[in-house]
């Protein structure tokens, strides 16, 4: 018989159909052209190529096998963390202190001790809505915590206090519910409708927060592919805000490298907090979220090329934005609404149209028709989109296939009508 917690697992949502579809039969423009193109996982393949001979250049060295027949120890292998920082710290005024931070193997795995650390069993984390559905299980699996939206204006959307205040008063200890409010957690950039919150509305945010003692969770994984210039002033890190907030210790920062650079299956994170018990804590749970070895001396090689860095960063904002703009063109133009994202790998689209009825099974019938056309996307049911009809679309793939995914969507909703255009980089 399985333990009460082991028991939970089997009633939270099963989030899988989607990468099991896509594995069963992947799309390769050679081997299997008519296999299904996944544009439900948030991966970046933008730039697979300049990743791939990057990496081919790695080699273990003898100083780098001692780290595969030892234990790392705390901290981790020598110089990666040094590394993360010194990469983190260059757009940043306030930089980053080793002191202040820690190495995890993964944001899924940051999420998990985090909120393990700051929420007791059926407590409530916050965070704007829709939002990227595995949330829900990084924060409930283990800690036995639950994510509940905070829903977001799709045409403009921002960090509104009155929402936030009315979601607090509909969950924070409730006897019957259960538990309380005792985090936040910000996307900034947002995944997935990509945009960008300003300075004013974060501090005012975070000030409501901390006056009720809330930890603030900041994912800043999306920072470096934020697509112009203009944009990119606009963003402010927290961690440049820290001197303006009452209560900087409840601010826990975190960031990868598996969106910008695209390599998620190198599991290195960085965790920055003031928060000593925090840190502390983290650091007791090290061992259960620990960097292997090899992903380390990885991420030393990668970082340490910065004209590299700088030429695959550019790049990847050319090849994304170019991506999101052909995905909204060429939607809008059947009348499937976007909101175009400022920054990221994702958007939102609203296929209600093409729905029988405003329902959740007619949002589910239409996805598996979808997944039968060859094209996988990510519902909106489980991101917490505001209505049925609502689909999130990653569109971090090679160009061609996003092309022929756009077609397949064209083929089964307007059987005849050809995609106009085809993505551009300009070059």
């Given at each position: 018989m399985l333990s009460t917690r082991g028991l939970s697992l089997l009633n939270l949502p099963d989030l899988s159909f989607n990468l099991t579809a896509a594995q069963s039969n992947p799309f390769h423009a050679q081997l299997n052209p008519t296999g299904i193109i996944n544009l439900g996982?948030?991966?970046?393949?933008?730039?697979?190529?300049?990743?791939?001979?990057?990496?081919?250049?790695?080699?273990?060295?003898?100083?780098?096998?001692?780290?595969?027949?030892?234990?790392?120890?705390?901290?981790?292998?020598?110089?990666?963390?040094?590394?993360?920082?010194?990469?983190?710290?260059?757009?940043?005024?306030?930089?980053?202190?080793?002191?202040?931070?820690?190495?995890?193997?993964?944001?899924?795995?940051?999420?998990?001790?985090?909120?393990?650390?700051?929420?007791?069993?059926?407590?409530?984390?916050?965070?704007?809505?829709?939002?990227?559905?595995?949330?829900?299980?990084?924060?409930?699996?283990?800690?036995?915590?639950?994510?509940?939206?905070?829903?977001?204006?799709?045409?403009?959307?921002?960090?509104?206090?009155?929402?936030?205040?009315?979601?607090?008063?509909?969950?924070?200890?409730d006897l019957i519910k259960g538990g309380r409010i005792r985090a936040i957690i910000i996307m900034n950039p947002h995944n997935p409708l990509g945009n960008i919150y300003q300075k004013e509305e974060l501090i005012e945010l975070c000030e409501w927060a901390m006056k009720k003692d809330l930890f603030l969770i900041f994912d800043e994984i999306l920072s470096e592919i934020i697509y112009s210039e203009e944009e990119k002033k606009s963003f402010h890190s927290i961690l440049d805000l820290?001197?303006?907030?009452?209560?900087?210790?409840?601010?826990?920062?975190?960031?990868?490298?598996?969106?910008?650079?695209?390599?998620?299956?190198?599991?290195?994170?960085?965790?920055?907090?003031?928060?000593?018990?925090?840190?502390?804590?983290?650091?007791?749970?090290?061992?259960?979220?620990?960097?292997?070895?090899?992903?380390?001396?990885?991420?030393?090689?990668?970082?340490?090329?910065?004209?590299?860095?700088?030429?695959?960063?550019?790049?990847?904002?050319?090849?994304?934005?170019?991506?999101?703009?052909?995905?909204?063109?060429?939607?809008?133009?059947?009348?499937?609404?976007?909101?175009?994202?400022?920054a990221g790998i994702t958007l939102m689209a609203d296929f209600s149209k093409y729905l029988p009825s405003q329902s959740t099974e007619e949002e589910d019938a239409l996805h598996l028709r979808l997944v039968k056309a060859g094209v996988i996307l990510t519902k909106g049911g489980p991101t917490h989109a505001p209505s049925p009809g609502w689909y999130r679309i990653a569109f971090g793939v090679p160009k061609e296939e996003l092309e022929l995914g756009i077609t397949r969507i064209y083929e089964l909703l307007v059987p005849g009508r050809k995609v106009e255009g085809e993505v551009s980089y300009g070059q």
């Open positions: 996982t948030a991966e970046n393949r933008v730039c697979q190529k300049e990743v791939s001979d990057k990496l081919e250049e790695f080699r273990l060295t003898p100083d780098g096998n001692r780290w595969l027949q030892r234990y790392a120890g705390i901290g981790g292998v020598k110089g990666t963390k040094e590394c993360f920082i010194a990469h983190f710290n260059e757009p940043l005024s306030s930089p980053i202190s080793s002191k202040h931070s820690i190495l995890l193997h993964s944001l899924t795995a940051a999420y998990d001790v985090i909120s393990h650390l700051v929420c007791d069993p059926n407590d409530f984390i916050l965070t704007p809505s829709p939002f990227y559905a595995r949330i829900r299980s990084d924060c409930g699996e283990r800690s036995e915590c639950r994510v509940k939206g905070v829903p977001l204006d799709m045409d403009n959307p921002r960090l509104d206090i009155a929402h936030f205040q009315n979601e607090f008063d509909r969950w924070n200890g820290l001197d303006l907030l009452s209560k900087p210790e409840l601010i826990v920062w975190m960031s990868s490298l598996s969106k910008d650079i695209g390599i998620p299956g190198v599991r290195t994170s960085l965790i920055v907090t003031h928060s000593q018990s925090l840190l502390r804590s983290l650091i007791r749970l090290e061992a259960l979220a620990d960097v292997p070895a090899p992903d380390q001396l990885i991420v030393q090689h990668l970082l340490k090329d910065k004209d590299w860095l700088s030429s695959i960063f550019s790049t990847t904002r050319i090849r994304l934005s170019a991506h999101s703009q052909f995905i909204v063109s060429s939607l809008e133009s059947i009348d499937i609404q976007c909101v175009p994202p400022k």
